[in-house]
């Protein structure tokens, strides 16, 4: 039987702490095993947690007891219905906006290059030095999923930045479907588990580093 992965996002819902799997659900509890550093959780009352392969399971739980690296959750409920396309995760990708011209098959499509400030299963933020008309089509290719998708987007916001001579903009996803939408939040909490991870390895090379450092001083 396949293991029930879940990624447990911050108060903000706008990053992974860490990922758990799920070992025990009984009614409104529910007990999970954290893979990462259970210090993370630790000072925490209430948390969400989002199946990782699934669209429709965003929970939220009262964290009841931690006890080494398993978590028991209680008064569990589901919020996928409000939460869904409000989860908002931070995530920098570089990728392109497509500027395309339904009306004109005879022009040839424009690569825009963007970077992303936030992404959700409802639209995305991103920056570019492109000063972009909303009246205009665009997709946008994120390659960040198993195989990439393309996405068509609506832009909602336009904002310049003087002092970084840039636009910020906000957007809806016109087409995503629920496949899609499975396959861009699994793919993004990977990414920022992974990130996540790679931070924590390097500042536990950094502590081992000056534990040296302070060591060899005490001898010398």
């Known amino acids: 039987?396949?293991?029930?992965?879940?990624?447990?996002?911050?108060?903000?819902?706008?990053?992974?702490?860490?990922?758990?799997?799920?070992?025990?659900?009984?009614?409104?509890?529910?007990?999970?095993?954290?893979?990462?550093?259970?210090?993370?959780?630790?000072?925490?009352?209430?948390v969400k947690f989002h199946a990782m392969e699934s669209y429709a399971?965003?929970?939220?739980?009262?964290?009841?007891?931690?006890?080494?690296n398993i978590v028991s959750f209680g008064d569990v409920v589901n919020i996928s219905a409000q939460m869904r396309r409000e989860i908002k995760l931070k995530i920098r990708v570089e990728t392109n906006l497509i500027k395309t011209f339904p009306?004109?098959?005879?022009?040839?499509?424009?690569?825009?290059?963007?970077?992303?400030?936030?992404?959700?299963?409802?639209?995305?933020g991103f920056v570019s030095k492109a000063d972009l008309n909303k009246e205009d089509s665009y997709e946008v290719v994120i390659p960040i999923t198993s195989?990439?998708?393309?996405?068509?987007?609506?832009?909602?916001r336009k904002e310049f930045l003087p002092d970084k001579n840039m636009y910020v903009y906000g957007s809806k996803f016109l087409d995503l479907n629920i496949v899609g939408e499975r396959l861009l939040r699994e793919a993004i909490f990977k990414t920022q588990l992974r990130r996540h991870r790679r931070k924590i390895k390097v500042m536990e090379e950094k502590n081992k580093w000056w534990k040296k450092c302070r060591a060899k001083q005490k001898k010398w």
Request: aromatic fraction near 2%; charged fraction near 30%; include cysteine.
């Open 103 to 124: 009306m004109d098959k005879e022009k040839i499509p424009r690569a825009i290059p963007i970077a992303t400030n936030d992404i959700s299963c409802g639209g995305m």
């Open 147 to 156: 195989d990439p998708i393309i996405i068509d987007v609506e832009i909602m």
């Open 57 to 68: 399971e965003i929970y939220q739980g009262q964290i009841v007891e931690i006890n080494n």
């Open 1 to 46: 039987m396949a293991q029930e992965k879940y990624a447990i996002l911050s108060e903000n819902n706008d990053m992974v702490l860490c990922e758990a799997v799920l070992m025990d659900r009984r009614g409104t509890k529910m007990t999970m095993k954290i893979v990462d550093d259970i210090n993370i959780l630790k000072g925490l009352k209430a």
